[in-house]
């Protein structure tokens, strides 16, 4: 990984690999409330709704708009299996 402070998210759609990138922060729309993922954020998987997926990569504000799906949060990777 390029820094200290990042972590690798994967966004996987039934069709293909959405994106791919290193990131420094992860805000995504869990079900049972949104939640930031950080360095070393502790182990989690949880159901998604209808929201924005958003990141930090390299300083720039990405957007995915999720209708729904899981993540994956474990050893500062990030996946996130979603409908688009």
């Not at 290193?22 to 159901?47: C, D, E, M, Q, Y």
Request: aromatic fraction near 4%.
């Amino acid at each position: 990984m390029e820094g200290t402070d990042t972590m690798t998210l994967t966004v996987l759609t039934p069709e293909k690999t959405l994106l791919e990138c290193t990131v420094s922060r992860v805000s995504l729309p869990a079900s049972k409330g949104p939640f930031v993922v950080l360095r070393n954020h502790a182990p989690v998987i949880s159901s998604l709704e209808e929201g924005n997926l958003v990141y930090t990569s390299q300083g720039n504000e990405g957007r995915i708009h999720v209708l729904s799906g899981f993540v994956e949060v474990n050893e500062n990777r990030i996946t996130v299996c979603a409908e688009v």
